[in-house]
């Protein structure tokens, strides 16, 4: 049984109003199910901003202390602190600190485990829906505790870049044993795109890599023996287990935040006058080239979850709108690319900009390896006649090597899911 509509909406920060604005329809059983627009949106116009389901920060992520608000991965290092850190420079200061917008004098942490919130909010919300099922009290930093166990496998099996994670599903199940009404959150999770068998093993078994195949009895039966719960017994099967990765792997969507960013944009927006704006701009060059030496592209707290009605949003390969974090959380803006008129598709892309510049036959490859699709785009049809041959950028970083699979060519290119 699917979600109702309703529902959909339901995480919206503007509920009442979103439905005014966009609806999900059904389009066919090969593409499912679709967003879009009731009325014209305008270029640069925010569609709707919406909090996610479940949510959970990236566990090597986690690891290598980039520190996130538990609940809604808002990062909680200062701006400062973050520049530090990946800068690799201790004494380092930044001008204009009051552009940071972190406030550590309001974080809390949980009083049993100490897991970190950035406010008595979040804290408050993450103990009503999952975290009082999931707290490890004196246990948090026990490596023989069943929840560590299933983290440390899962850090074993899926490296950075990460694309999701096995605490997505914990806290699935989680919300579920604390639910009052069990039925209605399992039936919102009943709404996320589902998949044939065969395509929740092939998920799944991307998710880990092939080289890990073999793994996935492991996981399940850590997460088993760390998680089990009668009302979702199905999740715990070999099948149902399966499929809760392929939920995961399908609709989860990335989410990035950074305080050091956020500085960084409130930076750009100063009125200064052209000698300061200039001195400003070149420190703050300075800064990410020193930070690009030390740290390289991981700059962000990052973490994955799911969204009711962005889940709606199909891949174009020109897409109308994109999705962003611009509030330093887990809040997701989808924002219009271009005009779209009433009664269209509106359409995120899969794929990062690079991807997106690449051949038909590249771009429809990663798609097929990631996603388990082939896409029909316009810009895809329009280039049906090309040959099936990857981009002249793509054979002078390597392309496909003679006797090499696609497959294996995909191997290290996996996008966020």
Known sequence: MAAPVDDMFSFCVDPGKVPSCVEVRFIDNVKGKGLFAKRSIKKGETIFIERPLISAQFLWNDLY??????YCLRALETAEENARRLSGIPGLSLPHPELCRVRPEQHQACPHCQVMYCSNECRQAAADQY????????????PDHSINKLKDAWRSVHYPPETSSIMLMAKMVAMVKQAKDKDHVQKLFTHFCSRTTNEEEEIAHKLLGEQFRGQLALLHNLFTQALYDDHVSRWFVPEGFCSLFALVGTNGQGIG????????HACDVLELPAQQREHLDSFIDQLYKDIEKETGDFLNSEGSG???LQSSCN???IPNAEVSFPDNNFLLHLGA???ISQGEEICISYLDCCQRERS????????????????SCPKCVSQMDELDVTSEEEEEEGGVAEGETEGDEMEDEMTDV
């Open 306 to 308: 799911l969204f009711l």
């Open 65 to 70: 202390k980039y520190k996130a608000c538990e």
């Open 360 to 375: 038909r036959h590249s771009r429809h490859k990663i798609l097929r390896e990631n996603y388990l699709f082939v896409c």
């Open 315 to 317: 891949h174009s390969c």
């Open 131 to 142: 975290h009082r099922a999931l707290c490890l009290g004196p246990s948090q930093e026990d």
């Open 257 to 264: 935040t950074s305080s050091l960013s956020q500085w960084v």
């Open 337 to 339: 690319l271009s005009d």
